[in-house]
């Protein structure tokens, strides 16, 4: 008894990722010219803080709408961190900008079930697990959408659109559209324009968003994508 109440009280580890040496790359924010629609999948939105809760989760289903998808791994605090302040940026964006149409959502990875994995690590009911990550009076709070991702089946499909930079190139120019490993996937924070295409791929290990710099960067980089999607920007030019 005295165990598990010990166990019910204890907090989720804050457990900060550390790269690899042999294997570090930085992503490159620039867009990627590239003009690629990104692949679709359809997962359960696991959020219960979401207002999709329990509802299908698409790329296709938010055509129409600038996306940023984040790839997360619930277990880890810096990653819970992030989650946290792009759904500051997703209210932001509600309140400063209602006309124009911006999400974001998150893709988990994990080998098992979510909901099987959490509750061997924490050992806790996952109502209080939930609420512990994301709910309103945690440090990381969201309402974002957030769906789980199996046998890297989004995380590989997706990670040869993304530009990287080998950590030892001489210059920026030496890039590469493939990861090293699907697991360097962690913290990237896919764009997508209103038509799916991939806009610009940020790493949020390199690029905090404690930092307002990167914060600001990222919030308008999705404001001038949604401008653009609307014509508002060539409006606002003739």
């Known amino acids: 008894e005295q165990n598990n109440e010990q ?9 900060d990722f550390e790269w690899n040496t042999e294997e570090k790359i930085t992503k490159n924010i620039e867009d990627t010219g ?9 997962r359960t939105d696991l959020n219960p803080f ?16 600038v996306t940023g998808w984040y790839f997360i791994k619930a277990t880890w605090g810096y990653c819970r961190g992030q989650f946290g302040l792009l759904n ?12 124009l149409s911006i999400e974001i959502l998150a893709i ?29 009076e945690s440090p990381s709070q969201s309402s974002l959408p957030f769906v789980n991702d199996l046998e890297w089946a989004i995380w590989g499909s997706w990670g040869e659109y993304c530009t990287i930079e080998g950590e030892n190139s001489d210059t920026a120019s030496e890039t590469t559209l493939a990861h090293i490993s699907p697991s360097d996937h962690w913290r990237d924070l896919y764009i997508l324009s209103a038509d799916n295409e991939l806009l610009a791929v940020y790493n949020l290990t390199t690029y905090n968003l404690s930092q307002p710099d990167n914060y600001n960067q990222i919030k308008s980089l999705l404001i001038e994508a949604a401008r653009d999607a609307q014509g508002l920007n060539q409006a606002s030019s003739e």
């Open 88 to 99: 500051t940026l997703q209210t932001e964006l509600d309140t400063d900008y209602p006309d």
């Open 108 to 136: 988990n990875r994990t080998d098992v079930a979510l909901n099987e994995a959490l509750a061997e690590q924490y050992q806790l009911p996952l109502d209080e697990l939930w609420a512990s990550f994301f709910g309103p």
């Open 34 to 42: 590239s003009s690629l629609v990104m692949p679709n999948f359809s």
């Open 7 to 15: 166990n019910n009280n204890q907090e989720a580890p804050n457990i």
């Open 50 to 65: 979401s207002s999709t809760y329990g509802s299908e989760i698409s790329p296709q289903g938010y055509l129409g709408s």
